[in-house]
């Protein structure tokens, strides 16, 4: 809500994950996310900050499949490439 602190968050099943502090970690390519952002809370929340922190996150390249590809990634060949 409007200048209240952040007190959880709600996932898409509508589901409540109780916490103090967010950290969104939306990567390089985020411009659309700082805009609604901005455009919802204004300058109160988005703000030019004087470092930036890198985070190297890896999953499972079964998992990628899944996620980009869905039914078809059970057809992907595994193992390395030629």
């Known amino acids: 809500k409007d200048g209240q602190p952040v007190t959880g968050v709600t996932l898409e099943d509508g589901r409540v994950v109780p916490c103090k502090y967010c950290v969104l970690a939306m990567g390089h390519s985020a411009r659309d996310m700082y805009q609604f952002l901005y455009d919802t809370a204004g300058d109160d929340v988005v703000e030019a900050k004087s470092f930036a922190v890198g985070v190297r996150v890896e ?12 039914e078809w990634s059970q057809f992907v060949d595994k193992g390395k490439g030629p």
Do not use: C, F, K, S
């Open 59 to 70: 999953h499972p390249q079964e998992v990628i499949n899944q996620m980009q590809l869905g």
